[in-house]
């Protein structure tokens, strides 16, 4: 549930980024046509980046230090059983169902119009006579005209053209592509400003179109003529759209002498949030950093090792070792009824008698798997002490343990109720480079 979170969280952050910048710089602009595509960017655009992790090609300066890291332990909880989705998922996924199957039921609405009603073919479209029962709207290629209305030659025309715009200019497919986006992301607010927003631009834009070479003062008084009455098809662009007030406004706020500066910004705010939600800097994740800040020579005064002659081992070998943590580890319950997942860095010292001291999470997840790991590794039998000098010496390790709610690839191996796997197989004499950037 962790990812999901996160996925809801940094999706509702883009938005409300994208169309802040829309609301402040692009809202009274003419400029409909870039108004129109950076919406849809702007909805395209906050459910890919928070998907999207992209490393970028450069690495901080870094220095090396020598820190004794064991292999790493997979553990997966669903060896042998499963403990179900989380109550998010599943009112996420039932949003999702719901708001799909209220699009499928508008476009059924819509093509049982189609198929019922007279019809006309003409070069660019297809003319659907409603009789009366709906008011004049466009869908696709298809016009619907109510051929009750009280309308002169002209003004006929200049709905006409006003339609046909929203045909030319492919509104329909718009409409379609917020709906489909607002399904997937029905629990984003921002959306639903999107969304009206891009209608809005879609009935300037139709406008424009309607009244190039026209008299303005003749539309704007048919466009306030008409009763807002949409009948319920949100899928279809209509003449008498809402919010009237403002397109009449418009009408007289066409601005041909655009600052073309102003469109930098939103260009900027978008790549900016890319580089913020999607870009990771490589080698110097949050996991090194921790490892090297808890590599140090000395703790209390006593000398602890980090490199030994002779590495410490525990009764029977690092995979009985493994064996052992597999089996007494638990995934708790509170990890896996959230979803969280994730790798925890769990630092000890082997005392020169062999004893487990000094444990502690230097990198953890929380949710109770920093505890676990914690609790295991201090019931561990005593181990066979480092050596160095041919003494017995305390000696730091740290051993990773990834907590995955899916099955690893590579092998695997079933101790008790845990899946695990060994990263590689434990080299004693190994040190692991930990690299982390210089101040």
């Not at 629990?187 to 009935?203: C, Q, R, S």
């Not at 008084?221 to 009763?227: G, I, M, P």
């Not at 910004?265 to 890319?274: Q, S």
């Not at 800097?281 to 140090?296: M, S, T």
Request: aromatic share 10%.
């Amino acid at each position: 549930m962790t990812n999901l979170l996160l996925f809801l969280f940094q999706s509702v952050a883009c938005s409300l980024v994208f169309y802040a910048i829309y609301y402040l710089v692009l809202r009274n602009e003419s400029c409909y046509a870039f108004n129109r595509y950076y919406l849809l960017s702007s909805v395209l655009f906050s459910v890919i980046f928070p998907l999207v992790k992209v490393d970028l090609p450069w690495a901080l300066s870094r220095e090396v230090t020598a820190v004794i890291t064991l292999p790493e332990m997979v553990v997966d909880p669903y060896a042998n059983y499963y403990s179900g989705v989380s109550w998010l998922e599943v009112v996420y996924a039932v949003g999702i169902v719901f708001f799909v199957a209220k699009l499928v039921l508008k476009v059924i609405s819509v093509a049982k119009l189609i198929t019922s009603a007279e019809k006309e073919t003409h070069h660019d479209y297809v003319l659907v006579r409603t009789k009366g029962k709906l008011p004049t709207f466009s869908f696709m290629h298809y016009l619907f005209w109510d051929d009750t209305q009280e309308l002169g030659e002209r003004e006929q025309q200049q709905i006409l053209k006003h339609e046909l715009a929203h045909i030319r200019r492919k509104h329909s497919g718009d409409i379609l592509f917020i709906e489909i986006a607002h399904a997937i992301m029905w629990f984003n607010p921002i959306v639903y400003a999107i969304k009206h927003a891009l209608v809005m631009t879609h009935e300037f834009e139709a406008d424009d179109k309607a009244t190039e070479g026209r008299d303005i003062e003749a539309y704007q008084k048919l466009l306030a003529r008409q009763v807002l009455n949409q009948y319920g098809l949100e899928l279809g662009s209509h003449f008498n759209q809402s919010q009237t007030l403002k397109r009449l406004r418009m009408l007289t706020n066409k601005n041909n002498n655009v600052y073309w500066g102003k469109f930098v910004l939103p260009v900027m705010a978008m790549v900016m949030v890319f580089g913020v939600v999607s870009c990771e800097l490589p080698g110097i994740e949050e996991d090194q950093i921790n490892i090297q800040a808890a590599a140090v020579s000395h703790s209390g005064g006593e000398d602890v090792f980090v490199k030994v002659d002779e590495m410490p081992s525990p009764p029977g070998g690092m995979q009985a070792f493994y064996t052992y943590v597999a089996r007494e580890l638990r995934y708790p319950q509170q990890a896996r009824r959230l979803g969280v997942e994730g790798r925890v860095f769990v630092q000890f010292v082997v005392e020169e008698d062999g004893s487990i001291s000094n444990i502690q999470t230097i990198k953890g997840i929380g949710a109770g798997c920093d505890l676990e790991s914690e609790t295991v590794i201090a019931g561990s039998p005593k181990w066979n002490a480092g050596r160095h000098g041919g003494r017995a010496v305390k000696t730091r390790m740290i051993l990773p343990i990834s907590f995955k709610l899916a099955h690893p690839e590579g092998e695997e191996r079933v101790v008790g109720d845990l899946d695990i796997k060994v990263t590689e197989e434990p080299n004693l004499n190994e040190v692991v480079m930990v690299s982390y950037p210089s101040k």
